[in-house]
């Protein structure tokens, strides 16, 4: 019972690749704020991004986090279909547009929360709370799906926390969320379920 109540098709490979697609964007980020355009803005300690007044480089960050955004979403549709075509599991029914509606509620807040800020100057959050949203868009989203979306979710929200405690580390901790937790989060869940 329990099973049709879920939806099992998540793929573990597009967990892995959304990590790798974002670390890749982690790196350009990095390169356009510390090392190509956005050079004599910052701290060169790494560490304080005291204002982003080029609006042509908070331009590129918000291109690079977007392309990030949509690969990722690409990636996971187009295995998550396959897979769910492989088990015969319909892509689009009540469990779907659930899990769907539980993530897209804290997600789409969370994303217009961002840009108010982004708009606001204020940089130094929205790391944290895109890590924090996310979490939560998991968390919620966990109760259609496998519960280890929950842990993953978990994670995305202490990460986040840490994150907001820790001002001008947010690029990093952006990498380690949504990079390396989701390459070991999409590890797991391809050995355990895909394989």
Not at 111 to 126: A, N, P, Q
Not at 147 to 168: F, M, N, S, T
Request: proline share 3%; aromatic share 14%.
């Amino acid at each position: 019972m329990e099973r049709s109540s879920k939806f099992i098709s998540l793929s573990g490979l597009s967990g892995i690749l959304a990590g790798i697609y974002a670390l890749i964007g982690a790196g350009v980020a990095y390169y356009e704020l510390y090392i190509g355009i956005g050079t004599h803005r910052f701290n060169p300690h790494f560490r304080i991004i005291e204002n982003i007044e080029d609006s042509f480089l908070l331009f590129t960050l918000l291109l690079i986090a977007l392309a990030v955004l949509l690969a990722s979403l690409l990636t996971g549709f187009i295995l998550t279909a396959r897979k769910a075509k492989k088990k015969g599991q319909p892509i689009w029914g009540n469990t779907s547009r659930s899990l769907l509606f539980n993530m897209a509620l804290p997600l789409i807040s969370g994303g217009l929360l961002i840009l108010i800020l982004l708009f606001r100057s204020y940089y130094g959050i929205v790391s944290p709370a895109s890590l924090i949203f996310y979490g939560l868009a998991l968390v919620g989203a966990s109760n259609f799906t496998y519960k280890d979306v929950r842990y993953l979710g978990i994670c995305e929200i202490v990460l986040g926390l840490i994150a907001a405690c820790l001002p001008g580390y947010g690029l990093l901790f952006w990498a380690i969320g949504f990079g390396v937790l989701h390459i070991v989060y999409g590890s797991m869940m391809y050995f355990k379920y895909d394989r």
